[in-house]
């Protein structure tokens, strides 16, 4: 099994950055094989939707469109830990955030999601 806790999140107002962390952990974790860690976020009465993604050791990174250019996604493989800072952020940004560990990156691969934060930006 693997477990996925984040840390962070919170209210901000429009313009202002956040960071948030996840930490991976389990005896299913297999440090030779790939750990893809990203976020998630849903608004409410939205879908919920891919914000970024990483492999932990290095590897492909992805975006949304909507977040290019203000959120950054980063790694720390000897703490199988993720971080995403987010910056200038909007109202429209404001949602629940759920950190996702996988052994693909991709919905469909997710095998441990965390228990969420808000995300809560105002104008």
């Known amino acids: 099994q693997v477990q996925v806790v984040q840390s962070g999140g919170g209210p901000v107002r429009a313009g202002e950055s956040l960071r948030l962390s996840c930490v991976a952990s389990?005896?299913?974790?297999?440090?030779?094989?790939?750990?893809?860690m990203g976020w998630f976020r849903q608004a409410p009465g939205k879908e919920r939707e891919s914000v970024a993604s990483?492999?932990?050791?290095?590897?492909?990174?992805t975006y949304a469109d909507s977040v290019k250019g203000r959120f950054t996604i980063s790694q720390d493989s000897a703490k199988n830990t993720a971080y995403l800072q987010m910056t200038d952020l909007k109202p429209e940004d404001t949602g629940t955030y759920y950190c996702?560990?996988?052994?693909?990156?991709?919905?469909?691969?997710?095998?441990?999601w965390s228990q969420g934060t808000q995300v809560t930006v105002s104008s």
């Open positions: 996702a560990s996988g052994m693909a990156c991709g919905p469909r691969f997710v095998r441990a």
């Open positions: 389990g005896q299913s974790l297999d440090p030779n094989k790939p750990n893809c």
């Open positions: 990483t492999y932990i050791g290095g590897g492909t990174t």
